[in-house]
């Protein structure tokens, strides 16, 4: 489904990724590790596009990602959210998501003339939104403001927002941060079901025990390059990435 | 501003109580003189309407939008007077001109946010205001051009319709006005509306979610100067004279307030505003210069201490008073 | 082609006023992270000032000078410990229309206490025109290089070797580690908040005797700072400075191909700025 081959970018002489390449497939949950500063977050960002690579390229579902605007990126099924807590903290938790569910699609400007279509469009997304804030768990705080929702509930929400754009790949940038363990664990099992309604998943995260529980494929990355890639178990026998781990960065496993 | 849902079932019968008034109006007031400040507000209801679309639900502080007006105006003024196209036809060019200038302008200034786009905005208004003073061959700078008139109505089989007289031009603005914000609160309030919120609300968040925000801040852009651009053809044709006067940032001060006192983001609260604000400083009847402090003052006062107008507090005391009784019947 | 210098010289004069503007913008928007509209105002308000302390109250112009200075900085702090306070953490639309609005309001309370027509600062010299390296100029001209010089170098010695202008720097880069070291941020803010509103009172002192004072400058004087703020971006005082000057250089010979349109120079440098480098002349890409 998602194809990154050779990706790599520098910033000022320094290599933040360098020839990174991996496969997603779908109904898989693929976790990208590493201790901070191996480059997670910037895969990301331009897988996504929003930074572009020096080499490389990203294929998804036969076409070719890189140039494109995230929007286009998002459109086409990929979606991703961010490791800073992104929400419209001014709206509704319901308008957010019933927004989050008509932006993938075009809406010509001349059928906001046409009696009735609008209100098709709002019927559609109502259903839509419930079902989403179904799937969630946040149907009782629809009309809670976003910015007035607890941290773990707004990590949630990021994740319906993405959910509502109907998401054919999703990339999670550390959903798990910031959450108590049964806060954890219930994310974890939001998104097994995500992926057995066949949504592709691309998961950062530093809770090596969510990864470790619900990962179907791991990938480490550590000063920008992938240094290993397994199943969870040899991953966590491989002697790179202990030492990856436990070695100079100081960075220890969750 | 928390959104909630759209307009209840109830509103139905104010809403019509309320265009019964506006149509009988001139029967109700008579003088020419409160038929003149009425057309005027339908003026200026087009004009904050169309920059709530920008400021209120985009969240792009675009504060030249009175050069559109003036452009609108200008446009028009110049169709009539060397070519005799009437209102009907000036109307949509002077739309379209604007349209056509807002999306020329957006090129260069809408992958800018912040206080670079802002003072582009006002540059942008200046520049215009500087064209229309010095290319005196086409403008006639400082002197301005007068003598537009207003159109007729001629429709074989039916008599004659000059909207020359007050009520007349009274019931044209009207229309023009109602269509208008209409097709504004509809834009508003369909899958285009709610792009220009998720720009407003999180740009970064609204591109990841698959909003085009290029695309949907330029159509924010170009919608609404279209729309002030057909409110500077209803002035000029009303006024009969244009002259630079039209892009001076006071212009755009006086749409923010509308905007500000009513309630941004809204259409409805700007529509308010808008009448609101041009009765009131007629009816103090404060000389031009103090009216100008006055004014500047009520729009700091609001930006700091209501920003979300008479429709927000309106909002927030209906909240408390159902939340009143519930309780009360709990 | 010896009217060149001409130019140059008339350039860099009114540059200096831009550039004095200019500076006090740049400190407020990079410290306190305000859009302050109103900043024009305080230019506008040091020669109305002057105007009315020589030309009414009978004072000297030098006394003037200082009184008027003096007189505007004190308006500056009033108005940061209260709007302005009240901005912080504001969001940009807010202080963008609030420092507006707070602008219309000061031009027309100038207008309505000193009335529309455009008025004149007598120079405090008796000569009038001179000839200076070739050029023709007076000596308020000649006044406003050197207040100028004097200031920059002042500047550039109180922020490096001060603990005052090193606490500024600091607060300039990383605001939350300034605060977190102890500096005190309000102190801070209100102190050079009265500078910048100062350096802009003086640029209108010495300005209103070269050229007219009327309510409108204040307007104008604003646009022209941000004008400079966008091209050079907020990075820098120096790059307020360097802007303003070249600001005014670039308007001194835009003129001779336009002269109504000389005002719009620095406008259609914006734009063309905008068109290949969308965020100002230094300054990276939204990611």
């Not at chain 1, 949504?199 to 480490?220: A, K, P, T, W, Y």
């Not at chain 2, 604007?98 to 999306?103: E, H, L, R, S, T």
Request: glycine share 10%; net charge positive.
């Amino acid at each position: 489904m998602l194809d990154v081959m050779n990706v790599g970018v520098s910033f000022g002489g320094v290599h933040a990724l360098h020839a990174v390449s991996f496969t997603a497939a779908a109904r898989h949950i693929t976790s990208v590790v590493g201790p901070n500063g191996a480059g997670k977050t910037t895969l990301f960002n331009i897988v996504s596009g929003f930074q572009k690579p020096g080499t490389g390229s990203v294929i998804f579902d036969n076409q070719q990602m890189i140039g494109l605007r995230p929007s286009r990126i998002a459109a086409a099924g990929l979606v991703r959210t961010f490791q800073k807590t992104e929400v419209f903290k001014g709206l509704t938790v319901e308008r957010a998501v019933e927004i989050g569910t008509v932006c993938r699609r075009d809406f010509a400007l001349w059928r906001t003339l046409w009696p009735g279509e609008i209100g098709k469009a709002r019927t559609t997304a109502r259903q839509e939104t419930h079902a989403v804030l179904a799937a969630c768990g946040l149907a009782q705080v629809a009309e809670k403001a976003c910015g007035a929702l607890s941290y773990g509930e707004q990590r949630i929400l990021e994740i319906a927002l993405a959910l509502a754009a109907r998401p054919r790949l999703l990339m999670l940038d550390e959903p798990a941060s910031g959450l108590n363990p049964s806060e954890a664990r219930r994310l974890g099992e939001l998104i097994t079901k995500i992926r057995s309604e066949g949504v592709g998943i691309i998961l950062i995260e530093h809770n090596m025990q969510l990864v470790m529980r619900i990962s179907d494929r791991i990938i480490v990355l550590h000063h920008g390059e992938k240094i290993a890639e397994g199943e969870p178990g040899a991953i966590a026998r491989d002697q790179r990435v202990i030492d990856a781990y436990l070695g100079g960065n100081g960075f220890a496993a969750a | 501003m928390v959104m909630t849902g759209m307009a209840r079932p109830s509103v139905a019968v104010p809403l019509g109580l309320l265009g019964l008034v506006l149509l009988v109006l001139p029967r109700l007031v008579g003088t020419d003189y409160y038929l003149h400040v009425a057309i005027i507000s339908l003026v200026f209801v087009i004009l904050a309407a169309s920059l709530d679309l920008l400021v209120g639900y985009s969240g792009l502080l675009s504060l030249g939008h009175t050069a559109f007006f003036a452009f609108g105006a200008y446009s028009a003024a110049l169709l009539y007077l060397h070519f005799g196209v009437p209102l009907w036809g000036t109307m949509f060019v002077s739309g379209a001109f604007a349209a056509a200038i807002a999306w020329l302008l957006g090129l260069l200034i809408l992958n800018v946010r912040g206080h670079r786009f802002v003072i582009t905005t006002v540059i942008f208004a200046e520049i215009g205001r500087l064209i229309a003073y010095n290319w005196t061959d086409l403008t006639n700078g400082q002197i301005g051009l007068p003598g537009i008139r207003p159109p007729v109505l001629d429709i074989p089989g039916l008599p004659r319709i000059d909207f020359g007289g007050r009520a007349a031009y009274y019931y044209l603005a009207l229309a023009v006005a109602a269509v208008s914000v209409s097709v504004i609160w509809r834009m508003a309030h369909s899958p285009v509306g709610w792009r220009m919120l998720a720009l407003r609300e999180n740009e970064r968040l609204a591109e990841a979610s698959g909003v085009d925000t290029r695309q949907i801040a330029t159509t924010a852009f170009v919608s609404s100067a279209f729309f002030a651009g057909l409110a500077g053809a209803l002035y000029a044709h009303y006024t009969g004279f244009v002259s630079p006067d039209l892009f001076y940032f006071s212009y755009t001060t006086t749409m923010l307030i509308m905007v500000f006192l009513g309630g941004k983001g809204t259409i409805v609260g700007p529509v308010i505003g808008a009448v609101l604000f041009t009765i009131l400083p007629e009816a103090l009847r404060v000389t031009a210069n103090y009216r100008l402090m006055i004014f500047s003052l009520i729009l700091l006062l609001l930006v700091v201490f209501a920003p979300e107008g008479l429709v927000g507090l309106f909002n927030r005391l209906r909240l408390r008073f159902t939340r009143q009784k519930k309780t009360a019947h709990a | 082609m010896d009217f060149i210098p001409q130019y140059v010289f008339n350039g860099l004069v009114v540059g200096c006023s831009y550039a004095l503007i200019a500076v006090g913008l740049t400190a407020i928007f990079g410290l306190m992270e305000i859009a302050n509209f109103a900043h024009g105002q305080f230019y506008m308000l040091g020669a109305y000032f002057s105007y009315w302390l020589t030309r009414i109250v009978g004072l000297d112009f030098w006394t003037g000078l200082v009184v008027s200075i003096i007189g505007v900085m004190l308006l500056g702090i009033i108005l940061e410990r209260t709007l302005f306070r009240l901005l912080r953490g504001a969001s940009l639309s807010s202080s963008v229309l609030a420092t507006i609005a707070l602008s219309i309001f000061l031009e027309n309370l100038a207008l309505n206490v000193w009335g529309p027509r455009p008025q004149k600062i007598l120079s405090p010299f008796e000569t009038g025109g001179i000839e200076f390296l070739g050029v023709f100029t007076t000596p308020d001209r000649l006044l406003m290089l050197l207040a100028t010089a004097l200031i920059v170098i002042l500047l550039h010695i109180g922020l490096r070797h001060t603990q005052t202008g090193k606490a500024i720097r600091a607060t300039f880069q990383q605001r939350e580690a300034a605060a977190l070291v102890g500096i005190d941020i309000d102190r801070l803010y209100t102190l050079t908040f009265a500078i910048g509103a100062g350096l802009a009172a003086l640029a209108g002192v010495l300005l209103g005797t070269i050229f007219v004072v009327q309510p409108s400058m204040g307007g104008i004087a604003t646009l022209k700072a941000f004008v400079v703020v966008t091209l050079g971006g907020i990075s820098s005082f120096a790059g307020g400075i360097a802007g303003g000057l070249v600001l005014g250089l670039a308007e001194s010979f835009g003129a001779i191909i336009a002269p109504a349109y000389k005002d719009a120079v620095g406008f259609i440098l914006v734009m063309l700025v905008l068109l290949y480098r969308p965020d100002g002349l230094l300054g990276k890409k939204w990611s």
